[in-house]
Structure formats: C-alpha cells, structure tokens
Nanobody
C-alpha cells in the first residue's frame, strides 16, 4: 500500500510564494531519498530538489537554488517544498518521488521508484 500524495499547488502571481507537500503512507521516508520534479506541457521532466531522509543533506538545481527550500518532518512522514520569488517559468506539474536508497540522484528520474500524482503550480499575472 505504498502511496505518495502531493498537495498545496495553485495559482500565484510572479514574485509570490507557495508551499507544496508530499505525504507518504505504507512506508517510512527517513530511509530514502525524496526528490521533487516538475514538468510543463511539451517539456522534459526536470529534477529540482532532493533530500536524504527527512533531515539529511539537501540538493537543488541551478534553476531554483536560492528560491526554493526542501525540508522534512519525520513525525508526519512528509516532505515540503517552500517556493519563493516564483517566476512564470516555474509553472508546471510538480511531482514528489522516492528512491529505494537514501542517496540523492537529483537529475535522474529513472532512479526513483515511487511517484505521486502531481500537483499543478501556475505562476501568472
């Protein structure tokens, strides 16, 4: 009964902020790498952030570094992505994904074994 559910997406103006979350059930996130990916229509899926366990090392792509922050909550078995200074090019469906192992592989979607359904983030005036 492994499941990942994203929440918190929506419409925001350029320069605004959103916080999206990934909730896991059926397993514990602490022993895994948890990544965030995004995909816009006609674009390739892009890895943007990863955390090792719920309190381990964090990684960011150049496109979001300095604007996004990833964090985990072990008690709630969740991982959150805080997004600030949002730009129109941040628009897309955001997915959380879990790797069997704890080491992050930020840009390799094929390394992740479990995926949520995604949540839409739209940045527009």
């Amino acid at each position: 009964q492994l499941q990942l559910v994203e929440s918190g997406g929506g419409l925001v103006q350029p320069g605004g902020s959103l916080r999206i979350s990934c909730a896991a059930s059926g397993f514990t996130l602490d022993g895994h790498a948890i990544g965030w990916f995004r995909q816009a229509p006609g674009k390739e899926r892009e890895g943007i952030s990863c955390i090792q366990g719920t309190a381990g090392r964090t990684y960011y792509s150049d496109s979001v570094k300095g604007r996004f922050t990833i964090s985990g909550d072990s008690a709630k078995n969740t991982v959150t992505l805080q997004m600030s200074s949002l730009k129109p090019e941040d628009t897309g469906v955001y997915y959380c994904a879990v790797r069997t192992y704890r080491q992050c592989v930020l840009f390799s979607a094929n390394e992740y074994d479990y995926w949520g359904q995604g949540t839409q983030v739209s940045v527009s005036s």
